[in-house]
């Protein structure tokens, strides 16, 4: 199995927003990227007031602008953090290298064209032909930066803003909170969850990343247990839609009092407190995602 693959398939088992598949050749339905936010305006618009509509039932431009970026940002975001805490791994992400299934008019698939990425000079599968070798980690990150943001949502954001009016105010601050999300739920299953938070921390306090000071992160405790979440620094404005159930637990307009008290009652993304004192300690093959998964070298 393609290496890429086979690592987006163990990313996978945690939760499949984790998985970005590969696009395969002689499928019917897709579209490029680039011809999607770049050919068409009027066509652009129209799938936005669709998703906003369909998603929240809103036909506020600025609130479809922003359940449109939140649906687009889910499949995008969280394989490419996904990869680059679990593997050390950055899927080409790039506009050029996306594409999208689209049925009726929506749609319902993202995948990459090529199976390309980039990884460390030390990974077993560094000379496979797909992959492109950063010399140490903080050139993977800068890897990361460039294809995900740079490559992508730089261009994505003004596109939504010119063609249907979205926020860049709200699209900056969507892109940020996907981070967090995918960061939240990795925090359960890492084996170090100390060195997941500071990663995290770098991430959302570099100037130079399109997620600066968004928004800031914490690890919560709560009855012996602790949970790796994000307050927020804006609004994604689902409380503006009639479908809407009061606030997010993070919104920018809830009080910090009620944040934690919202905390406490979500029931995802909670690890155990001895099990985090520890992790220092422990075998990295006992992690929850590293069991019965070693990465495999190419060809295997």
């Not at 922003?66 to 680059?84: C, D, E, H, K, T």
């Not at 601050?173 to 967090?180: L, Q, R």
Request: proline share 6%.
């Amino acid at each position: 199995m393609h290496p890429l693959r086979h690592s987006m398939q163990r990313a996978g088992l945690i939760s499949p927003y984790f998985e970005l598949p590969v696009r395969e050749s002689g499928q019917h339905g897709w579209v490029g990227a680039s011809e999607l936010f770049f050919t068409n305006d009027r066509n652009l618009h129209e799938m936005v007031s669709s998703c906003g509509w369909n998603s929240w039932g809103t036909n506020n431009s600025h609130v479809a602008g922003s359940a449109f970026m939140i649906a687009y940002l889910n499949r995008l975001v969280w394989p490419v953090i996904g990869q680059y805490v679990l593997e050390r791994r950055v899927p080409h992400v790039s506009l050029d290298n996306l594409a999208f299934h689209r049925v009726a008019g929506v749609i319902d698939a993202t995948g990459l064209n090529q199976p390309s990425f980039a990884l460390l000079p030390d990974d077993p599968c560094a000379s496979h032909p797909d992959a492109e070798v950063a010399s140490d980690l903080p050139s993977l990150y800068e890897k990361l930066k460039e294809w995900m943001f740079d490559a992508n949502l730089s261009m994505v954001i003004p596109a939504l803003n010119r063609a249907a009016k979205a926020s860049f105010k709200v699209s900056h601050n969507a892109v940020a909170y996907a981070c967090a999300q995918a960061f939240h739920r990795l925090y359960p299953v890492v084996k170090d969850p100390d060195l997941l938070v500071r990663e995290a921390n770098r991430f959302f306090d570099d100037h130079s990343s399109m997620v600066y000071q968004q928004l800031t992160m914490e690890v919560f405790e709560h009855q012996r247990k602790l949970a790796f979440l994000a307050r927020r620094r804006g609004c994604c404005l689902v409380w503006r839609t009639e479908r809407a159930n009061g606030y997010c637990s993070n919104c920018i307009l809830v009080p910090r009092e009620e944040q934690d008290r919202l905390f406490r009652q979500s029931s995802d993304g909670w690890r155990d407190q001895v099990e985090v004192s520890s992790s220092q300690q422990r075998d990295p093959d006992q992690s929850p995602y590293n069991q019965g998964h070693r990465r495999m070298p190419y060809g295997v």
